[in-house]
Structures are given as C-alpha cells and as structure tokens.
C-alpha cells in the first residue's frame, strides 16, 4: 500500500479549524450567580447579578438594583430585555454573546440589539 505524499487542502483546513474552535460551554452559565467588570472609555463598571431558571436576570449596578428578561436565542446568545425601564435609554435590549468558557467564567461581547459597536467583558460564577 503506497501512501499519497499530498496533503489535503480541505482536510488541513478542517484539522486547523478544530484546533483553535475555544471552548464554549455556554449551557453551564444560563443560571447563576456572577460578577463582571468592564472598561469603557476608560472607566471601569462593575456589577453583580442573579440569572435565575425562570428567565429573570436581577443584576446590582452602581447601587441601582434593575431587572430583566433573559431571552436565550440559542445556547450562546441571549437578549436582555428590561422589566422596569425608566427611561427610553434603559428601555433598550442588550444582545449578549459568550465567546469562550471556563469552569467558572466566561467571556462575553455585548451591544444594544441593532447597534454594530460591541463591546467585550468576562463573568465570573460568585459561589
């Protein structure tokens, strides 16, 4: 039996593209307990929230509490739609993508639903 000495292309490209997929294990962070932090505009936020089994979001922001709905599209992605709003800015539904996971964080872009400028943040599970 005589072996090719050719390399695939599409298998090659199929062997890269598996190796560097990150691990996503989105479903671990659907429900939860989290904190996460972000710089924007060189300003750093910080908040804590509750993802409960009910599709409720209860998240602690600048000793605002606010809530929301959680809206999964699918495994990955989720949209927040606030229950209370109190004003046309804070009416407005964030789109949320987890990137990559860990055992107890995750990494995240998030927007306002239909706004192109995302930007990126990391959760991490509070025990």
Known sequence: ?????KINPLL???LFVSCNNPQRNCQDYQIGNFFTETT???KTY???FL???????????EGKIDSSIVRWVNDCEMILSPINP??????KN??????????SSYTYEYSFLGNSE???AKAIRIK
Request: charged share 30%; hydrophobic share 40%; proline share 2%.
């Open 1 to 5: 039996m005589v072996l090719s000495k």
């Open 12 to 14: 090659l490209a199929m």
């Open 40 to 42: 924007v505009n060189d």
């Open 46 to 48: 910080k908040s804590t």
């Open 51 to 61: 993802r409960m089994p009910n599709g409720i979001q209860i998240e602690e922001f």
């Open 86 to 91: 109190k004003s046309l800015d804070e009416k």
């Open 94 to 103: 964030i789109l949320i993508k987890i990137l990559t996971t860990t055992d």
């Open 118 to 120: 995302k930007l990126k």
